[in-house]
Nanobody, 129 residues
């Protein structure tokens, strides 16, 4: 099975940037779908950005134009570049993956933990004003 390890979180002032990384290990050769989710305090998981096997991407409306999802296939690392951060971006950010081919838009579907069986432990992002 694939194991996922996020890094790159931290505290940043509003307007700043962070780049999250998700290193995949184990059985990675046939991971076709990956995504970033986040969970704010007291809130449900929210799909932030999805990436499909054809390079298609999908973003939550709240992050469009500010966040970019990408993957280094040689290193098996998924990235989330986050620019112009806002306090409402605060939360724990999770990387998720599946061996099944998904459309990138599946990141926005209900029941994310059913749709993406493999998850990292998360990395905290705090944006202060």
């Amino acid at each position: 099975e694939v194991q996922l390890l996020e890094s790159g979180g931290g505290s940043v002032q509003a307007g700043g940037s962070l780049r999250l990384s998700c290193a995949a290990s184990g059985r990675t050769y046939d991971v076709y779908s990956m995504a970033w989710f986040r969970q704010a305090p007291g809130a449900e998981l929210e799909g932030v950005a999805g990436l499909d096997s054809d390079g298609g991407t999908s973003y939550a409306e709240s992050v469009k134009g500010r966040f970019t999802i990408s993957k280094d296939n040689a290193k098996n690392i998924l990235y989330l570049q986050m620019n112009t951060l806002k306090p409402e971006d605060t939360g724990i950010y999770y990387c998720a993956a599946d061996y099944i081919v998904h459309t990138a838009t599946m990141v926005h579907w209900p029941e994310p933990r059913v749709n993406f069986p493999y998850w990292g432990q998360g990395t905290q992002v705090t944006v202060f004003s």
